[in-house]
Nanobody
Framework: VQLQASGGGLVQPGGSLRLSCVASGRLFGVNFMGWYRQAPGKSRELVARVSSGGNTNYADSVKDRFTISRDNAKNRVYLQMNSLKPEDTAVYYC?????????WGKGTLVTVSS
């Protein structure tokens, strides 16, 4: 499984960004697709994920601001990020769970700063 993320960048506080990730390779059996992030000096944490059936999980810190969506026909997962805060600054990683194994993309940097 290969994952290619895009959409990161520099945005001012209160702004929006949309991350996109496309999966390729052996995708049969993929369950969760999602996004994790890692800020400087911190461990990687779950931001949001969506199951193959459409169930979603969000970190408390992003609820009501971020929305995850998935297009199974295009093997894509998206993260719409609104009302961004400086504490959202991190490298965001696309992740898929296939038969209990995690696969990771290279990450895309999101910087929220004025």
């Amino acid at each position: 499984v290969q994952l290619q993320a895009s959409g990161g960048g520099l945005v001012q506080p209160g702004g929006s960004l949309r991350l996109s990730c496309v999966a390729s390779g052996r995708l049969f059996g993929v369950n969760f697709m999602g996004w994790y992030r890692q800020a400087p000096g911190k461990s990687r944490e779950l931001v949001a994920r969506v199951s193959s059936g459409g169930n979603t999980n969000y970190a408390d810190s992003v609820k009501d601001r971020f929305t995850i969506s998935r297009d199974n026909a295009k093997n894509r997962v998206y993260l719409q990020m609104n009302s961004l805060k400086p504490e959202d600054t991190a490298v965001y990683y696309c992740n898929v769970d296939r038969f209990g194994m995690d696969y990771w993309g290279k990450g895309t940097l999101v910087t929220v700063s004025s």
